[in-house]
Structures are given as C-alpha cells and as structure tokens.
C-alpha cells in the first residue's frame, strides 16, 4: 500500500501528466465517477498538490475536456486531409465513432462542455467543425447551411455511438448503420438541394 509519505516523492508532475491521468481515468471509470482524489492516486500524489495545477474538480474537468476535444480535432483532421465529399464524411463520421468508442470518458466530456461559453473550448471546437463543414460546403452549401448540415451528422453519428453500448434489440449493426447513415447524406446532399429555412 503506497503511503502518504510515498506520494510526496517521485518525479516532477506536470500538469499535462496530470490531465492525461485524469481522461484515461474518465474512460476506464466514466466521465461523472473522476474526482481530486482518484486523480491524485492515478499521479501518486496528495490531493492538495492538485491545486498548483487545476482549480479544483472544476478546473481539472475542463482540463480534460479541453483535451479530448483537442485530440478528436486531430482525429478528424488526418482523416479528412486529402479526401472530399462521401469519402471525406465516411472517413470522418469513422475516427468520430472509434474515439466515441475508444474513449467514453473524454467523448463524455466534450458533450458535457458542448454548450459552455468558455471562449477557450469554443475555440478548439471551432477547429475541430472546420474540416466536417469544408466537407459540406464542398456540397454546394453556405456556411450557414454547412453549420446546421454539420450539427445533424454529428447528432447522428453521436447516437450511433451510444447505440453500440446499448443491448441489440434487432437494429442493424453499428458499422452498417453507420455507412448508411454516410450514405444518406451522400444522396441527400447529390440532389443539389438544401431545405429552406422556416
């Protein structure tokens, strides 16, 4: 058992460190059960040296959530670069349902945030849609017709993910329900039309 003079020795805790410790908490545990405590066991340190680096659970929830939105747009980004229209939205909606996947408690996270004022997190937002609303404006849409096309396959692909966790009740598989979720858009948007706004 490690004790509590144990933990004030070690190396340097960065707070980096400290943030990476706290998702991967996050993903094995779930988003809602991370706290100081089990961070401050994950980095073997007191909970008190926590604060010379996140304000609190507060501050080290937005810490993850910051990183994990960092890491999708980097996700979404590779899959996107070099690629258009039903290819680019196949490969996109595939690196969102695998991080989904992957990790539980960072998706859980930038869902938690995802209606913050925080400008930071809206702005690493802001980088992670400018690739999946390139996508659609190569479509032919606006922005403002991207925005909304973007919101709706993200909302879907979203589902998708959660779906998978949930018992089969005779829904088609996650990866075929996927491709034709792709694939409607693809037909959808092909028509050259956009429905007018209310």
Known sequence: MTTARARTAGPFL???TLVRAAADLADRDGWSRLTLSKAAEAVDRHVSSLYTHVDGLDGLRREV?????????????RAAIGRSGGDALTAIAT????????H??????????SSTADPEFRARGARLAE???ATFTGFGLDPD????????????VRGLSRSDA?????????????TQTVQLFVTALGTGTWPERS
């Open 166 to 178: 949930e018992p089969d009740s005779g829904r088609p598989a996650p990866d075929d329900a996927l």
């Open 145 to 156: 017709q991207a925005a909304t096309a973007h919101q709706v396959f993200s909302a879907a």
């Open 95 to 102: 690196v969102e349902r695998d991080f989904a996947r992957a």
């Open 104 to 113: 539980p408690g960072r998706i859980s996270a930038i869902f938690a945030f």
């Open 14 to 16: 960065d707070k980096a």
């Open 131 to 133: 690739p999946i609303r």
């Open 65 to 77: 959530a910051l990183l994990s939105i960092d890491e999708l747009a980097d996700d979404v980004w």
